[in-house]
């Protein structure tokens, strides 16, 4: 058997899935092929996985027709973001740029369900799953070889994530850079309220995150170090780990205690040298992938999904081949320019927060507190981060 497809989507994740709904503006008709149907199941337990969602994200929402779905589930606005180092800190707020909120923590399954759904419910969209790809080979078409049948495309997205099987398939120039950080995450609750604020401590070696979440007393912890710490961090007994992190917060948040497994994972800058070729295009993390500090990952591929979309819409308008890497090179000179940028920007944060010589964590100081009485620097850099 042999279906044939326009669009074919490798990676059924969140970013995969917001393409394939951007996609559906067009005429064009889009498979997606995921390897593992999901379970959206919502348990009383948050999700260990969260992404902070920006204002540009929540704006693509708007425009896929998902946000509504999202807003029906467990969410949690932040109205403030407070960083802090040594003896200096910035604090953000919503007010201060006139919007309502700074962005929602949200729970990726809950992102994930919304923009399945959302699909399913479109003519020119189609779900391969479960399926697993045996072979790809490319030559005027794509042909993919998978144990139930033979798929044929004009183009092919790569969605599948920083370990992307399609991108090792097809031996993708890749520029990596070992981070020397691992991550440790994990659900808590505190003593005192979040107060919808989103807490983040740069301590000499690695950020502390506490995101908060729809309960005012629980936070979604990313604590990032080196391998050595977070090993230490994740192997403590319950009590001794509550100490730790409590103090690590500067009893910020007062008391805080674990109330999720904790889990670690390593993580490295990863860049394509090309985004693009002649049927072929790769987003999200398959593409790029940077240090998390900054919480902008899985917004960063929301924006190559529609920057994507949006390419090929414009190439069918004017009548051009949508597969061609010429048709193809507006979404990589958009989308690879802006996200080195923010890679080079994550690692000069994080370096510049985890060199403790003197004269640089003075000068560290001074620019935050700088920064801090400054209003326009300060909105700025917020209005950056958020996308607006």
Known sequence: MNTHYDIVIVGGGMVGLACANALAKTTLQVAIIEAQAPNFDHPKEYDLRVSAINTASIDFFQQLGVWQRIRQQRISPFTKMYVWADNSHL???????????????????????????????????HFLC????????????????SSQQTITCDLIIGADGANSWLRDQLDWPLKTHDYQHHALVTTVKSELAHAQTAWQHFLSDGPLAFLPLENPQYCSVVWSSTPEK??????????????????????????????APRVSFPFAMQHLESYVQDHIAFIGDAAHRIHPLAGQGVNLGFMDAKCLADTIETALTKNKNFTTKKSLSAYQRERKYYNGQMITLMQGIKDLFTNQTPSI??????????????????????????GL
Request: net charge negative.
């Open 91 to 125: 604090d953000f707020s919503a007010q201060a740029i006139d919007t309502s909120e700074l962005g929602f923590i949200i729970e990726n399954r809950v992102i994930r369900q919304a923009l399945w759904q959302q699909a399913e419910s479109l003519n020119n969209v």
């Open 361 to 386: 964590s003075t000068l560290r100081n001074f620019g935050m507190e700088t920064i801090n009485k400054f209003p326009p620097v300060k909105n700025f850099l917020i209005k950056q981060a958020l």
């Open 130 to 145: 479960p399926m697993s790809i045996k072979s790809i080979s490319i030559d005027a078409q794509v042909t993919i070889e």
């Open 230 to 259: 977070i090993a230490s961090l994740k192997n403590m007994n319950e009590s001794d780990f509550n100490q730790a992190i409590t103090i690590a917060m500067q009893e910020k948040l007062g008391q805080v205690q674990t109330t």
